[in-house]
C-alpha cells in the first residue's frame, strides 16, 4: 500500500473530492443530493468548518472548506460525513448495496470509495479556479447545459452575493481562458 501524505494546515482551506463506490450514480435524485447535504450540515455543527463551495453530481461531490484557525483534521469530518450519510441513505432510501468479505470485514458501507481526494489551496488565484470548477463541473459532465441548471451547487449562494452572473459559465470551452471569480 502506498504512503499517501496529506497535506494538514491548521485552519486551512481545501478543496475535496469524494467519489461513490465504482462510480454508482447515487446522487442521481434531488432527494438524495439533499440527504447527503443535510448529513454535511449536521457534522458542521458538532465539528465546524466553513463551507466555501460545493457540488454534488450523480457519483461523486466536490467540496471546498476552510478549517477553523486551530484544526486540520478535516479526515475526521469527512469519514463522519460519509458514516452519517450511509445510515441515513440506507434507512431512508431502503437499499443495501451488496459486500465483499473485505469490505464487511472492514465496517465499509458499499456506498463510498474509500479514499478522498484532497488538495490544499495556496493562493487567492487558487481559489478561484477551484470554486469556479465546483461550479462548471455539471456542465462538463453533460448533465446540463448551463451551470443555472444544476440546483445541487453553491451557485445560486455566489449569485446572491454578486459574485456571479446568472449567465456565468455559458459559451465557456475547455480552451478558453475562464472567468475568474470576482474580487
Known sequence: MPNYRRVRIKGGTYFFTLV???RQKIFASLEVREL???SINHVKEFHPFSMIAYCVLLDH?????QMPENEYDYSL???EIKKLF???YKHKISVIPSLNELQTNRGESGIWQRRFWEHYIRDKVDLNRHIDYIH????????V???RDWPSSSFF???????YHIDWGEGYHTDQEKISFGE
Not at 462548471?136 to 448533465?143: D, Q, T
Not at 449562494?157 to 459574485?163: D, K, Q, R
Open 86 to 88: 450511509s445510515k441515513q
Open 136 to 143: 462548471y463541473n455539471p456542465v462538463k459532465h453533460g448533465l
Open 36 to 38: 447527503l447535504l443535510k
Open 77 to 79: 469530518r469527512i469519514a
Open 157 to 163: 449562494e455566489y449569485v446572491s452575493l454578486g459574485n
Open 20 to 22: 461513490t463506490y465504482k
Open 61 to 65: 461531490i466536490h467540496l471546498l472548506w
Open 145 to 147: 447545459n448551463r451551470v
